[in-house]
C-alpha cells in the first residue's frame, strides 16, 4: 500500500500500443483489461497511477491495411482509434492516457530520440541482406529462423536487401544480459530463459531500425528517403505520452521509470531487449519491470488479426455485458500461460461464478434481509465459527493485494471467490429460515449481518476487476461506493438498511446461447463449409441454380432511400439503436443493431438504405418497421450511404 501522506507515490502501468491495422479481439482485451484491473486497484490502494495505452499506427501492415480498404493511411487510421477508443469505453478501461503514434509531438521526440543515438554512434549506417517477416515487419539472420520461418510468429519469410540504418545492440548486449539474469525485471522467469537462449546467447546483432521500401512513417530527420522502423518508433511511446523531449516533462520526471509494462509472450523480444538498449544508449533508466503474459488462443491458434480467428468483444459484451467478458479474461486465464478460448468456457465461467456464486449469494441475502428484518440488519454477538469466516475476510485484501503486485489476477480473483463461496456455505450451514421460523431473531440478525459483511468486503475488493455488479451491490447494501480499501475489515459497518437489485444476470441456457453464438459467428464470418461429398453444382449457363433468384423475386424487396430524423439509445439494450425515418411519405421506426458503431447523434440527418416491405418485428418491446442496409468494416456495421431523396427506390 501506498505511503499515506499528501503526496501519493506514483504507479505507471502500460499495454502495448496496438496496430492500427484491424479491428481489435479479445486477445487485446485480455491485456487492455489486466492493465485496467491493476490500474485501478492500485489507484483504490493510494497511488498516483497513470495508465497509458494507445495505437501504433505507422509501418508497412497498416499502409498495407489501408490499401485494401482503398483509404489513405491517416483517414484509415483516424476511423480505427476511434473505434479502439469506443472499445476501451465499453470495457470500462480507465486509461489516463492514450497515445497514437500519428501524434505530432510523438513523431517530433522519435525524430530527436533518432537523431541523437546517430549522433552518438549508437545509429550507422549500412546495408541489410537476410530475411524479412513482413507481418511482424522484421528482419533476421538466417540462424536466426526457426524451421526457416519466423521466430516471433512462425509464418514464412522473405529474402530482403537494402540500405539501412542499424541499432548497435551488440554494444549492450552485456548490460541486457545482466538486466535480465541478475535483476527481477522480466517476468515470468521462463520469458527471461527464452530471451537469454535464443537471443543474447546466440550473440545479440545489430538491429535493422530503418526502411526504404514504403513511406508511412516517420521519416529519418537527415535522410528522408529512410523511415524508422516501426518497432523504434512505437516503444519510446512510452515515454513520449509522458511528455519526453517536449517542453513540458513534468510528467516523464514523475512517472518513469514505468512500474510495468504489460505485454504478450511474442514482443517480449523488442520489450526485453531493444527497448532497455535504447534507453541505455539514451542514458534513461530502464522499466522497473515487464511481464509477458501468454496467448489466448482459439482452436489451439494464437487468436491474430492476421489469421482472421478472432472473437469479437463487442458481440460478447452486447450479449453478456461487460462484467462478464471482464470477467472471464481476468479469471480464466493463468496469467503466464495460454489458454484456450471456447464459448462454452466463457458461458460456464459466467454462470458459475457470477450468476451462482456471486449473484445468489447478494440475491439470497438481500432478499432474507428484507423479509426477516425489512432490510434492518445490525452488528450481532459473534459465534467461533462467525469469527473464523471473519477473519477469513480480514485476511483477503492482503492475499489480493500480494497477487496483484506479482501480477496473478486470475488467482486474486480464486481468492475472492473463495470467501464468495464460503458466504454461501455459511448460508446452508446456518439455515436462516429455520432460525426465522424458530423465532432466533438475535441469531438470525447476526447471520445475516455476517453475511453483509462478507458481501461488502468481496464487492469492495472486486471494484478494480468488474465494474458495473459491484456498484450495484452497494446500492443494494445502502452504503456510497467505496473509493478505497481501507473498510476492508469484518465489522467496519455497524448497521446495514439494505434493498433488493437487479440481479447480475439470470442463468444463461447454455446449449441455447452456444447456438445463438454459432449464428452469430456465420452471420460475421461466413458459414463455414462442412465437408460434403456432393459436387458443386456445374453452372451450365441457362438452367437456374437453388442459389439463384430470378430478377421479379429480386423486386419484391423494396429498398428505400430513408432520412434518418431521430436516433436514440434503446434502453437496456447496449446494441439497439431507435431510429425515427422518413420513407418519402411517412415517419417509421425501426430498431438497428449499430449501437456499438455509431453515437446516436451522429446517425441524425444521414441517409440510410431501408427494406421498406418487411414485415414488422417487436424488438426490445419496439416494434420496428423495416430493416436498415449495412455492409461491414473492421468487424462494424456500416450504414449503406446512398444518393437520392426519401422515398427513391433502391435497385
Ligand atoms: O504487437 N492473446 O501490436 P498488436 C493475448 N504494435 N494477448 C493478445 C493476443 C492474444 N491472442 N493478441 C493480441 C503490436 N494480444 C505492436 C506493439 S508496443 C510498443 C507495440 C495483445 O496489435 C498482447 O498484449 O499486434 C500482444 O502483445 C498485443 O496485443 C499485440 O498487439
Given at each position: 500500500m501506498a505511503k499515506k501522506s499528501t503526496e501519493k507515490k506514483p504507479f505507471?502501468?502500460?499495454?502495448?500500443?496496438?496496430?492500427?491495422?484491424?479491428?481489435?479481439?479479445?486477445?487485446?482485451?485480455?491485456?487492455?483489461?489486466?492493465?485496467?484491473?491493476?490500474?485501478?486497484?492500485?489507484?483504490?490502494?493510494?497511488?498516483?497511477?497513470?495508465?497509458?495505452?494507445?495505437?501504433?499506427?505507422?509501418?508497412?501492415?497498416?499502409?498495407?491495411?489501408?490499401?485494401e480498404k482503398g483509404l489513405s493511411p491517416k483517414a484509415f487510421v483516424d476511423s480505427l482509434a476511434e473505434r479502439i477508443k469506443a472499445l476501451w469505453e465499453r470495457m470500462d478501461i480507465s486509461n489516463d492516457g492514450f497515445i497514437r503514434t500519428t501524434d505530432p509531438e510523438h513523431e517530433k521526440a522519435v525524430a530527436e530520440?533518432?537523431?541523437?543515438?546517430?549522433?552518438?554512434?549508437?545509429?550507422?549506417?549500412?546495408?541489410?541482406?537476410?530475411?524479412?517477416?513482413?507481418?511482424?515487419?522484421?528482419?533476421?539472420?538466417?540462424?536466426?529462423?526457426?524451421?526457416?520461418k519466423c521466430p516471433d510468429c512462425g509464418r514464412e519469410v522473405k529474402d530482403a536487401k537494402e540500405e539501412c540504418y542499424f541499432l548497435r545492440l551488440s554494444k549492450y548486449a552485456d548490460r541486457v544480459r545482466k538486466l535480465l539474469t541478475e535483476t527481477d525485471f522480466l517476468q515470468p522467469d521462463s520469458r527471461v530463459k527464452e530471451m537469454v537462449n535464443n537471443f543474447i546467447d546466440k550473440g545479440l546483432e545489430d538491429l535493422a531500425v530503418t526502411r526504404t521500401s514504403f513511406d508511412w512513417g516517420i521519416k529519418v530527420p537527415f535522410d528522408k528517403k529512410h523511415v524508422i522502423y516501426v518497432w523504434i518508433d512505437a516503444l519510446p511511446n512510452y515515454i513520449t505520452a509522458l511528455g519526453y523531449g517536449s517542453k513540458d516533462e513534468s510528467k516523464f520526471k514523475k512517472y518513469w521509470p514505468c512500474d510495468i509494462h504489460v505485454m504478450a509472450k511474442e514482443i517480449v523480444r523488442f520489450h526485453a531487449i531493444v527497448w532497455p538498449a535504447i534507453l541505455m544508449a539514451l542514458d534513461i533508466p530502464v522499466p522497473k519491470r515487464e511481464y509477458g503474459h501468454g496467448w489466448i488462443m482459439l482452436d489451439g491458434d494464437k487468436m491474430s488479426k492476421s489469421k482472421g480467428n478472432v472473437?469479437?468483444?463487442?458481440?460478447?459484451?452486447?450479449?453478456?455485458?461487460?462484467?462478464?467478458?471482464?470477467?472471464?479474461?481476468?479469471?480464466?486465464?493463468?496469467?503466464?500461460?495460454?489458454?484456450?478460448?471456447?464459448?462454452?468456457?466463457?458461458?460456464?465461467?459466467?454462470?458459475?461464478?457470477?450468476?451462482?456464486?456471486?449473484?445468489?449469494?447478494?440475491?439470497?441475502?438481500?432478499?432474507?434481509?428484507?423479509?426477516?428484518?425489512?432490510?434492518?440488519?445490525?452488528?450481532?454477538?459473534?459465534?467461533?465459527?462467525?469469527?473464523?469466516?471473519?477473519?477469513?475476510?480480514?485476511?483477503?485484501?492482503?492475499?489480493?493485494r500480494a497477487d496483484v503486485d506479482k501480477p496473478l489476477i486470475s488467482r486474486a480473483l480464486e481468492k475472492i471467490f473463495d470467501v464468495i463461496d464460503g458466504a454461501n456455505k455459511y448460508i446452508d450451514?446456518?439455515?436462516?429460515?429455520?432460525?426465522?421460523?424458530?423465532?432466533?431473531?438475535?441469531?438470525?440478525?447476526?447471520?445475516?449481518?455476517?453475511?453483509?459483511?462478507?458481501?461488502?468486503?468481496?464487492?469492495?475488493?472486486?471494484?478494480?476487476?468488474?465494474?458495473?455488479?459491484?456498484?450495484?451491490?452497494?446500492?443494494?447494501?445502502?452504503?456510497?461506493?467505496?473509493?478505497?480499501f481501507s473498510a476492508c475489515k469484518f465489522g467496519k459497518v455497524k448497521a446495514y438498511t439494505t434493498k433488493t437489485i437487479e440481479p447480475i444476470m439470470n442463468r444463461l441456457d447454455i446449449k441455447k446461447e452456444l447456438a445463438e453464438l454459432e449464428k452469430i459467428a456465420e452471420q460475421v464470418n461466413g458459414k463455414k463449409e462442412k465437408p460434403t461429398d456432393k459436387k458443386p453444382p456445374e453452372n451450365n449457363g441457362d438452367k437456374e441454380s437453388a442459389d439463384e433468384i430470378t430478377i421479379d423475386e429480386f423486386f419484391k424487396t423494396d429498398l428505400r432511400v430513408v432520412l434518418i430524423e431521430e436516433c436514440v439509445k434503446v434502453e437496456k439494450s447496449n446494441k439497439l439503436l431507435k431510429l425515427t425515418v422518413f420513407d418519402g411519405t411517412r415517419r417509421r421506426t425501426v430498431v438497428s443493431g449499430i449501437a456499438h458503431a455509431y453515437a446516436p447523434n451522429d446517425l441524425v440527418g444521414k441517409k440510410a438504405v431501408l427494406v421498406a416491405n418487411l414485415k414488422p418485428a417487436k424488438l426490445c418491446g419496439i416494434v420496428s418497421e423495416g430493416m436498415l442496409l449495412c455492409s461491414t468494416e473492421n468487424g462494424l456495421p456500416r450504414l449503406i450511404a446512398p444518393v437520392g431523396e426519401p422515398g427513391e427506390k433502391v435497385c
Open positions: 505507471y502501468i502500460t499495454t502495448p500500443i496496438y496496430y492500427s491495422s484491424g479491428a481489435l479481439h479479445i486477445g487485446h482485451c485480455y491485456t487492455t483489461v489486466c492493465c485496467d484491473a491493476i490500474a485501478r486497484f492500485k489507484r483504490m490502494d493510494g497511488y498516483d497511477v497513470y495508465y497509458l495505452t494507445g495505437t501504433d499506427e505507422h509501418g508497412q501492415k497498416v499502409q498495407k491495411a489501408a490499401e530520440i533518432f537523431t541523437k543515438l546517430y549522433e552518438k554512434g549508437d545509429i550507422y549506417k549500412s546495408e541489410y541482406s537476410g530475411k524479412y517477416c513482413e507481418p511482424c515487419e522484421s528482419f533476421w539472420t538466417e540462424t536466426q529462423l526457426v524451421d526457416g472473437v469479437d468483444p463487442f458481440i460478447l459484451t452486447d450479449r453478456y455485458g461487460v462484467d462478464a467478458l471482464r470477467y472471464y479474461l481476468l479469471r480464466s486465464m493463468p496469467f503466464g500461460d495460454d489458454s484456450n478460448y471456447t464459448n462454452e468456457l466463457l458461458l460456464s465461467t459466467i454462470n458459475n461464478d457470477l450468476v451462482n456464486d456471486l449473484g445468489n449469494l447478494v440475491r439470497r441475502t438481500l432478499a432474507m434481509s428484507e423479509q426477516y428484518f425489512s432490510g434492518k440488519v445490525s452488528k450481532g454477538e459473534l459465534n467461533d465459527n462467525d469469527k473464523a469466516f471473519a477473519d477469513k475476510i480480514d485476511a483477503l485484501i492482503k492475499a489480493v450451514l446456518n439455515k436462516p429460515w429455520e432460525l426465522n421460523k424458530n423465532g432466533d431473531k438475535a441469531r438470525l440478525n447476526t447471520v445475516m449481518y455476517v453475511l453483509l459483511e462478507a458481501i461488502r468486503v468481496t464487492a469492495n475488493l472486486l471494484l478494480p476487476f468488474i465494474t458495473k455488479y459491484p456498484r450495484r451491490i452497494f446500492d443494494g447494501l445502502g452504503l456510497p461506493v467505496p473509493v478505497d
